[in-house]
């Protein structure tokens, strides 16, 4: 790697679109693809959408669990869906939303950003809620590697607020904190810092208190894009003028479409071309 990992997303998605698209082998999509939920299901599955989507998409983004669930075979074929999407020109976002401390986080770190790895990937997503200096080995690998970290934020599942809007003692939310810590480690990144936040695609900006500002001079990855009902009105109003790194997350759109390699590969393409309108 020559650069940081931001500055490869922004080249990415100005050359190939902001859609990032999320490579999980659900059982139910399986059987939708007339496959079993096997090993041999899931290569099947995950491999011909590498080959469809990773020379056209920016970034793809499979979800560990998905592969993890099959054991050491399931792993083995996310190691081949990492290098194979690599190798077909799209960046890879590991969706592993690890979170731990000294050692293990580590350790973690080591497996997703070291090139060394079979797992070795372009950037990583990860929890802060064990404090955000338990994030410190995965923001120094990725610096050592020019690697990325997309850190939970505002997600939109219902349950997030409970955690995200609280307020501590000091009166700061939760989510300020984390977008605050952000925007420190972006510092003078020109021109997209490489330390991002999950933000949900159709999350709300609270009515009892101050929105929260989503600029912190590095990427959103906003997942719920799509069939989880986010538009690019969503992206719009949410963001505002940060949209422009907003990387919209989608799977079920286009996973849906397969077994077909050119449906697939079409759906990225109007998919970007849809959220080109963001300016």
């Known amino acids: 790697m020559t650069s940081t990992f931001g500055s490869r997303l922004h080249a ?14 659900h059982a139910s999509l399986l059987h939708e693809w007339g496959l ?27 979800q560990s669990a998905f592969y993890e669930r099959f054991g050491s ?9 990492v290098a194979e999407s690599r190798a077909g020109g799209a960046l890879v976002l590991l969706d592993v939303k690890r979170g731990d401390i000294g050692s ?15 797992l070795a990937c372009d950037a990583v997503t990860v929890s802060p809620y064990l404090g955000l200096g338990s994030l410190d080995p995965f923001v120094e690998t990725a610096r050592r590697h020019d690697g ?6 505002l997600t939109s599942n219902k349950e997030g607020p409970e955690v995200q809007h609280a307020v501590g003692a000091d009166g700061v939310r939760v989510a300020d904190r984390v977008l605050d810590h952000l925007r420190g480690l972006n510092a003078g990144a020109e021109p997209l810092g490489s330390f991002g936040a999950v933000v949900g695609a159709t999350i709300t900006q609270p009515e009892d ?11 959103v990855l ?26 919209a997350s989608s799977s079920r759109d286009v996973l849906r479409l ?6 697939m590969r079409d759906a990225v393409r109007a998919t970007n071309d849809e959220l080109a309108a963001l300016g």
């Open 104 to 118: 293990t986080s580590q350790a973690y770190a080591d497996a997703y950003l070291d090139p060394a790895s079979p």
């Open 73 to 81: 075979r399931g792993v083995a074929v996310l190691e081949r869906v």
């Open 36 to 62: 079993d939920d096997d090993v041999a299901g899931l290569e099947r599955f995950a491999l011909s959408v590498v080959e469809a989507v990773a020379p056209v998409a920016s970034v793809v983004k499979p």
């Open 222 to 247: 906003a997942p719920g894009f799509g069939a989880q009902g986010g538009t690019v009105a969503d992206v719009r109003r949410i963001f505002g003028a940060s949209a422009a790194h907003v990387l």
């Open 148 to 153: 990325g970290v997309f850190v939970l934020a």
């Open 209 to 219: 208190g101050p929105a929260f500002d989503l600029a912190f001079g590095g990427p």
């Open 258 to 263: 397969g077994p077909d390699r050119v449906a």
């Open 12 to 25: 990415a998605m100005a050359e190939r679109g902001r859609l990032c698209v999320g490579i999980d082998p």
